[in-house]
């Protein structure tokens, strides 16, 4: 078996191990040989112990929320990894398995519960790559913790402060060899000051992989934002209400501007308006982080599942319908979903990708 691992790893890089027909033809007193055998050979098979972290680092600190039961709505929100417009993942996954290797160190900024970790571990098999998930929400890393519990290479940080205090001086003081920002780096409002953080924690060489759906294309792109389609959501939802006598009710709220006012601000703080591509790649420059690439993607996105992830923001989507008429929320946003996006069952979807080094 060791000799078949040997000559498979001359040409690929991580896989596992399995017997070629299934365990039932041996009859079950080879079960427990064969568990043994792949115990055996499903860890490095150089004596590393799978630890890839600085001495006296602590991957997953005592602190209280580890420990709390897990939030309902956020295992919820946890599942929208399914929907295929996460597909805007799969580029960021390639890009970190050509580069990250064995021994190296990962920072997940904003990482939440872990979402493109899975993928990422699924795609570079038994690779020796330590990931920290860093993330503002006890909410995600509480999930996170529980998917991730028994991986040694898998770490989590709650972002209470700076980044180097949430690293700690064992690891602030070793440095990470990437990071990765994936569809939040458009929620920093001052992104200026989290470029700066990633230079200072990033080693020599390093490289910054960051990727968002809601980036302000100066080329003049078509594809729709994400966070555009909610304002348009809105206004779709208003023009509904002045003609579909279902939601004459609601009408008089329209004359309302001090109320549509203050809906309108607590949806652009959760669904802020996109930014020019132009302000992050400046914000990197500045921070020491050259730009080696930018490219762009259309994702298809299906508008139900779209729909499904806005439900579980219908307060900040169309608050100004009063929170006891949930149901004329929900069925007036999917409403103005059809009328937005003309019946279609898909809508392109526009991401950018942007990859930055530090020299060295």
């Given at each position: 078996a060791r000799d078949r691992?040997?000559?498979?790893?001359?040409?690929?890089?991580?896989f596992g191990v399995a017997t070629e027909c299934g365990w039932g033809r041996g009859g079950a007193e080879a079960v427990e040989g064969l568990l043994e055998l792949h115990r055996e050979l499903a860890v490095?098979?150089?004596g590393d112990d799978g630890t890839v972290w600085p001495a006296g680092f602590d991957?997953?600190?005592d602190q209280p929320w580890t420990t709390e039961a897990l939030d309902s709505a956020g295992v919820a929100h946890d599942h929208v990894e399914g929907h295929g417009w996460y597909a805007n993942l799969d580029p960021t996954v390639e890009d970190?398995?050509?580069?990250?290797?064995?021994?190296d160190i990962l920072l997940d900024y904003s990482g939440g519960s872990g979402i493109l970790v899975e993928r990422l571990r699924r795609r570079i098999g038994d690779r020796q790559v330590g990931t920290l998930i860093?993330?503002?929400?006890?909410?995600?890393?509480?999930?996170?913790?529980?998917?991730?519990?028994?991986?040694?290479?898998?770490?989590?940080?709650?972002?209470?402060?700076?980044?180097d205090d949430a690293l700690g001086p064992d690891l602030a003081g070793r440095g990470v060899d990437a990071v990765v920002s994936t569809n939040a780096?458009?929620?920093?409002?001052?992104?200026?000051?989290?470029?700066?953080?990633?230079?200072?924690v990033l080693r020599p060489g390093g490289r910054v992989y960051l990727s968002s759906g809601n980036v302000m294309d100066p080329g003049g792109r078509r594809d729709w934002l994400l966070d555009q389609t909610v304002e348009a959501i809105d206004e779709r939802a208003r023009d509904l209400v002045r003609s579909d006598r279902t939601y004459e009710r609601y009408e008089p709220l329209l004359r309302d501007r001090e109320l549509l006012e203050r809906h309108a601000a607590i949806r652009r703080q959760?669904?802020?308006?996109?930014?020019?591509l132009g302000d992050y790649v400046a914000a990197l420059t500045v921070a020491g982080l050259g730009v080696k690439h930018m490219r762009e993607a259309t994702?298809?996105?299906?508008?139900?599942?779209?729909?499904?992830?806005?439900?579980a923001f219908h307060g900040t989507v169309l608050g100004w319908i009063p929170e006891e008429r949930v149901h004329d929320r929900l069925r007036l946003m999917r409403q103005a979903m059809e009328v937005l996006f003309a019946q279609r069952p898909t809508f392109a979807a526009g991401w950018t990708y942007i990859t930055a080094e530090k020299p060295g």
């Open positions: 691992i040997a000559a498979a790893r001359e040409h690929v890089d991580g490095p098979l150089d991957p997953v600190p970190l398995t050509a580069d990250l290797h064995a021994g860093v993330d503002p929400s006890p909410t995600f890393l509480r999930i996170a913790l529980e998917k991730f519990r028994s991986d040694p290479l898998i770490g989590l940080r709650l972002l209470e402060g700076s980044l780096i458009h929620l920093y409002p001052d992104f200026d000051a989290v470029a700066a953080a990633w230079a200072r959760a669904f802020p308006a996109p930014r020019p994702i298809d996105a299906s508008v139900h599942e779209w729909f499904d992830f806005l439900s």
